[in-house]
């Protein structure tokens, strides 16, 4: 008499374990790799419409918004009042922000409040803005929903490692830029009888929008990474110089510290930096945005930087 099977065996059952366990050790990496490729292009649009609003108010104004500015404005009482701007503040109708940007107090420093007032500007800054972050930045900043991955880079700093270390080895060659300079788009600019600063102009940057940088990956601020790991000093997590609003004065920077031969990826404090694997994305002042590779040639990277210095890159040397 013959008898029939009903259930799996348990050598069966571990068998189609294994083999699920394999499957998904085999399509996870595959669907992450997915879910990071849809973030970057995320990223890439984000850059791409910061870049785009920026010329849209350079259309309006006749002037770029600078990476920082500070300016003595008249009260009325015979004290006249100092204040700070960030570049970011200035574009906000411009990225289908109206509503903050028709209420924000250019007359008042980006840090003013006031607690008769329904708004202020510090209350205003603490607004979280979807495009000014990128979402492979995938950790808390709850404490900082102003935080932004986001800023202007204006210029290489003269006395940095970066500069100094790839010059002296020859790999990258002086500039004669105005002034010794080595600055980008949005780099607040000497005027022409060094009497003061000036906003930045279309017209100063003479190497081409399409050649020169003016956004940048400032990421994770102002949780303080360096080199993928988040820094911390005897057990204190630290935090960046900026990067904890899109208001704050000091969220511009320049590059100093230098990854080798990369001027990128090696900390966000005060530095360019992204959450990406490789490389960053640049805002372009055309409004184009590049990937560049962190193992970008340094004497191109600087050349792709500055707005002034006549040194146009042949795309045959890319």
């Known amino acids: ?83 700070q701007s960030s570049a970011l503040t200035y574009v906000m109708p411009y990225i289908e922000e109206a509503s903050i940007g028709d209420k924000w107090d250019f007359t008042q420093t980006w840090n003013y409040s006031d607690s008769s007032l329904v708004i202020d500007n510090l209350r205003l800054s603490q607004t ?14 709850g404490e900082w929903p102003g935080a932004i991955d986001y800023s202007v880079c204006e210029q290489i700093n003269l006395g940095g490692a ?18 010794g300079r080595y600055q980008s788009i949005l780099g607040v600019a000497v005027s022409i009888d060094e009497s003061g600063l000036v906003k930045p102009k279309r017209r100063y940057c003479t190497d081409g929008l399409s050649q020169s940088m003016m956004w940048f990956e400032t990421a994770g601020r102002p949780i303080y990474y360096r080199e993928g ?19 704050q004065y000091v969220n511009w920077y320049d590059v100093h510290e230098r990854c080798g031969t990369s001027m990128m990826n090696c900390t966000n404090h005060e530095e360019i930096y992204s959450f990406h694997v490789g490389g ?36 045959a040397a890319m």
Not at 169 to 175: M, N, T, V
Not at 231 to 247: D, L
Not at 289 to 312: C, G, H, M, N, Y
Request: overall charge negative; hydrophobic content about 40%.
């Open 1 to 83: 008499m013959s008898t029939k099977r009903t259930a799996f065996t348990l050598v069966e059952l571990l068998v189609v374990i294994a083999i699920i366990g394999i499957l998904v050790a085999l399509l996870l990496p595959a669907v992450q790799a997915a879910r990071e490729a849809a973030r970057r292009s995320t990223c890439q649009n984000h850059v791409k419409q910061i870049g785009l609003a920026t010329l849209t108010f350079e259309e309006a104004n006749k002037e770029f918004p600078p990476g920082h500015w500070t300016e003595t404005v008249s009260t009325g009482t015979g004290r006249p009042r100092t204040v």
């Open 128 to 141: 979280e803005i979807t495009v000014l972050r990128c979402p492979s930045v995938q950790v808390d900043r």
């Open 162 to 179: 970066a500069l100094n270390d790839l010059t002296a080895q020859g790999l990258i060659r002086p500039r004669p830029n105005k002034n």
């Open 229 to 247: 790991e988040q820094y911390i000093i005897r057990g204190e997590p630290q935090q960046t110089e900026g990067g904890h609003t899109w208001a």
């Open 280 to 315: 960053c994305y640049f805002g372009f002042g055309d409004g184009s945005v590049q990937f560049l590779k962190d193992s970008i040639d340094p004497d191109i990277f600087v050349s792709f930087f500055t707005r002034d210095a006549e040194d146009i890159v042949d795309p």
